[in-house]
Structures are given as C-alpha cells and as structure tokens.
C-alpha cells in the first residue's frame, strides 16, 4: 500500500469550511483514496473514497488531484463535533483488505 | 441494525495472563479484522479471519491468536500479556466480496499492570 503524508495537527474555526490535505505521492493506478476518522476514544468511522473523480456525500466531499499524488478532504461546515483524528489511506478497492494507519491529522473545530 | 460490537467494554489484566477479546460484526459482514491502538498512534493490523480462518496477518507474535465462529463472531486471544499489550484493540468487519468500508467496534481497552 502507497504511504500517506499529513500535517500533524490543524484548527478551524466553527462553522467554516476544513480542508485536510494528504499527499499520497507513490500511489498505484488501482489504488483508491480513504479518509476515516476517529473521535476521542471511539473505533474509527468511514467518511469517504475515491479514485480519481472527486467525490461527495452527506459528511464531506474529496477532492483529488489530477495526477492523483494528493487529495484533501473538505468537511463544508465544521461543527465541534467534527473535532477527531483524520487518517487518509491508500489502498486498493477491496473492503476486507486490511487498511494501513498513519499517525492521521488531529484536527480541533474552535468555537 | 446493530453495528459492530466488541466486549468487554475495559478489562484490567496482569503480566503474563491471558486474555479473550470479543467481535459481533455488522449484519451481513462476513469478515472479521482486529487493530491494536497504543495510546497516540493510529491502528495497527494484526489480522483477519474470513470463512473461520486466518486470512491475513500483520507484525504481530504468536501470543497474538484468534477465531471465527460459523456466524462470523469472532475472538482475540492474547497469551502472555506483556505491559506493552496495553491499548485499545478494535474490532472492524466487512463484507469481502464487495464494499469499500470497514465498520469499527468501539474497541475494548486493555491495562496490562
């Protein structure tokens, strides 16, 4: 599995848009892009993949680039509840294959 | 639709015991993976079960074992506690024809004194 580069940590402010850049420089052409989360304490929770086109759902959208050597992810609105752990993980598309962590980006919405 | 659950909750052992972990997955979740979190680190993959046997299997000693049951539950025994055995080991099912997402358990946290 391609290895991901994030920032340690990041602030955003409540209410305005967090963007979570990761760098996934050696990724592989079958190889998709994975963001989880994970709240204080809590197992970690599925936000969202892509491949190449840029993605969105009901929690936040992807945003990958071109030669796909980077991604970020955009959480539209950030909410106090927002405040986690953001990992980004490369992997190829098979649910059951075993996902790879990086120390994630800690990300804190203030009020 | 009950998700992923894992027991117990917290559970205190000392050096050198045993310890069973316990993985109820997700309805129609036919696979079972299990993650140790040590305390500021992201999960780390010790292995996964898939039709009641190892499937795969990550940098882990043979203290580390486990099992699947025919409904797809799922246990982590751990031999010879170690201090360093402490963390929080999570639970994540899937189903592995199809799907792209992992479901996580809330994990259950364990203190080696």
């Known amino acids: 599995d391609a290895k991901t580069t994030q920032p340690t940590s990041m602030d955003c402010a409540e209410g305005r848009a967090a963007n979570l850049p990761c760098n996934h420089s050696t990724i592989s052409g079958n190889e998709y892009v994975y963001w989880y989360r994970q709240i204080h304490s809590q197992g970690p929770q599925y936000i969202i993949h892509?491949?190449?086109n840029n993605e969105t759902n009901e929690m936040a959208s992807l945003i990958i680039t071109e030669d796909r050597k980077s991604s970020t992810l955009i959480l539209p609105h950030a909410t106090l509840r927002d405040t986690a752990v953001y990992y980004c993980i490369v992997r190829v598309a098979q649910g059951a294959q075993k996902l790879v962590f990086g120390q994630g980006t800690r990300l804190t919405i203030n009020p | 639709d009950a998700g992923v659950t894992q027991s117990p909750t917290h559970l205190i052992k000392t050096r050198g015991q045993q310890v069973t972990l316990r993985c109820s997955p997700k309805?129609?979740?036919?696979?079972v993976s299990w993650y140790q979190q040590a305390l500021g680190q992201g999960p780390q993959f010790i292995f996964q079960?898939?039709?009641?046997?190892?499937?795969q299997r990550g940098n882990f000693p043979d203290r580390f074992s486990g099992h699947q049951f025919p409904n797809y539950s799922s246990e982590l025994n751990v031999n010879a506690l170690l201090l360093g055995d402490s963390a929080l080991y999570l639970c994540?099912?899937?189903?592995?024809?199809?799907?792209?997402?992992?479901?996580f358990g809330p994990g259950t946290r364990l203190t080696v004194t």
């Open positions: 892509g491949l190449k």
């Open positions: 309805s129609g979740h036919d696979t």
């Open positions: 079960y898939y039709e009641e046997e190892e499937r």
């Open positions: 994540a099912s899937s189903f592995r024809g199809l799907g792209h997402e992992q479901y």
